[in-house]
């Protein structure tokens, strides 16, 4: 943070009185954790308005490929671009917003197989352009959990979303799994083929999506393999 001149003069001047001010108290292990958790979020919250600001480059770029008197081909791919980054955009924003304050979430039970469908059909634009191969491995039955459904799917699409672009290559195969154990539903996202980057599960969307789970009283465990990942989500499930 750049230091305002004005500031640096007060620093700089001579103290008004004979007495030196008392030393600040130091901080409690609580304020410390709390400035910590506060600091994650900012960088989370910028690097998702950063990821919007990509998304939304290419979403303007993409209308290029929709034309009347172009190809099949072209206005195919052009549409599936463009649904894939206004999901994106869309999923991004809803980040953004809640790590900001502007979005208070408003849990409620939800069936776990509706978020999985909708998960699963936000991506699909998103699949079809990088040929992915998506292996579903879904068995919740009638479970039910208590979530902010829109805040919930936009964390686990953001966490697919970032599962999908570790790589460019279109022979990438990810499992996508949901299932009921116990008093709790695990939705998970795994791949065997690319090793991660040594930040993965640190910064963005692995912080953003974190913060959102905590408001359903659930969890994010990421587990990285040489190669592979393994994203898992568990959420309380009701009785």
Known sequence: MRADKHYVEMLDAPSPGPEAPEPPAPASPEAESGSATDAAAVAAAVQAGRDLAQSLAALRA????????????????????????????????????????????????????????????????????????????????????????????????????ATIALTEEPILRVTVGAEARGSEIAFSFAQEQVRPPANWATEWPAAGAARILATCNGRLVLTTASPGTDVRVVVPRLP
Not at 65 to 73: E, F, K, Q, V
Not at 95 to 111: N, Q, T
Not at 137 to 143: H, L, P, T, Y
């Open 62 to 161: 993409s209308t290029n490929l929709l034309s009347d008197r172009g190809p099949a081909l072209a206005s195919s791919v052009g549409a599936n671009l463009i649904r894939a980054e206004a999901w994106r955009a869309t999923c991004l924003l809803q980040v953004v917003r809640f790590l900001r304050g502007e979005l208070a979430p408003s849990p409620e039970p939800v069936r776990a197989q509706a978020i999985v469908d909708q998960v699963l059909k936000a991506i699909e634009p998103e699949r079809r352009l990088r040929s992915i191969t998506l292996e579903e491995r879904i068995a919740v039955g009638d479970s039910t959990i208590v979530a902010d459904e829109q805040l919930l799917v936009g964390a686990l699409s953001a966490l697919l979303m």
